[in-house]
């Protein structure tokens, strides 16, 4: 079965703390998407990864082909950076759409 | 912003009512989604659209009708729905499929709540 976990489902951190986010997904994947749910409901795209490593701002996502894992880092977090992240796998030989995580819920207090 | 635009926003329907959701993106993509995020769950696909063509029916029922009149519009009509409907739908675009290493784009959600 094609499945996508994610880890942990609740996090809180004060304001400047390193965060980590996992996913990991059974099957072998052709993308793999990290994504942010702000609490009114709207989604904004992080990052798409197929391999290694991406950078942007603070945020940080890395992908593990052979483990299939991905981690999701956020460097001197900020009460702005509470959200909802989720991870969404495109899984190789699906018809090619998103298979969602359930999401981690972060928050980061001042 | 996003690029895609969901009205309402918010929307309160009773069982017996037929409501529609709209969509709109201007970002120039072939590919639009419907998703279902009830309380607790992950998003689920419901359609896919592209090139105004359905591609993707995720054995949604029947008192969801979309419509995709051209590739930059499109519809989600609610009919005699239940109450365990009550969530956010969410639009999406993309260019072909995320899957292609393409970015997918969300609107702002429509919550519904059916009484």
């Known amino acids: 079965k094609n499945e996508v976990e994610q880890s942990p489902q609740n996090l809180t951190a004060q304001e400047g703390e390193f965060i980590t986010i996992n996913c990991s997904y059974s099957?072998?994947?052709?993308?793999l998407h990290w994504l942010q749910q702000h609490p009114g409901g709207g989604i904004v795209s992080l990052f798409m990864?197929?391999?290694g490593k991406k950078k942007h701002g603070r945020l940080i996502a890395t992908i593990n082909i052979q483990e299939k894992h991905s981690s999701l880092h956020i460097t001197a977090s900020h009460p702005r950076d509470s959200a909802v992240y989720i991870c969404?796998?495109?899984?190789?030989?699906?018809?090619?759409?998103?298979?969602f995580g359930s999401g981690t819920q972060l928050t980061v207090l001042p | 912003e996003t690029g895609v635009t969901q009205t309402p926003r918010h929307l309160v329907m009773g069982m017996t009512n037929k409501k529609s959701l709209k969509c709109e993106q201007h970002?120039?993509?072939?590919?639009m989604y419907w998703y279902k995020q009830s309380a607790k769950k992950p998003l689920e696909l419901m359609f896919v659209?592209?090139?105004?063509?359905?591609?993707e029916n995720n054995s949604v029922p029947s008192r969801f009708s979309p419509e995709c009149p051209n590739s930059s519009h499109l519809f989600l009509h609610l009919h005699t729905l239940q109450p365990e409907d009550s969530a956010l739908y969410l639009c999406?675009?993309?260019?072909?499929?995320?899957?292609?290493?393409?970015?997918?784009?969300f609107g702002e959600g429509s919550w519904l709540t059916v009484v």
């Open positions: 999406a675009s993309s260019q072909d499929s995320p899957g292609t290493g393409n970015t997918i784009y």
């Open positions: 099957v072998g994947i052709s993308a």
């Open positions: 990864l197929s391999s």
């Open positions: 969404a796998v495109v899984f190789s030989g699906s018809a090619r759409q998103l298979t």
């Open positions: 970002l120039g993509h072939n590919a």
């Open positions: 659209y592209n090139f105004k063509e359905q591609t």
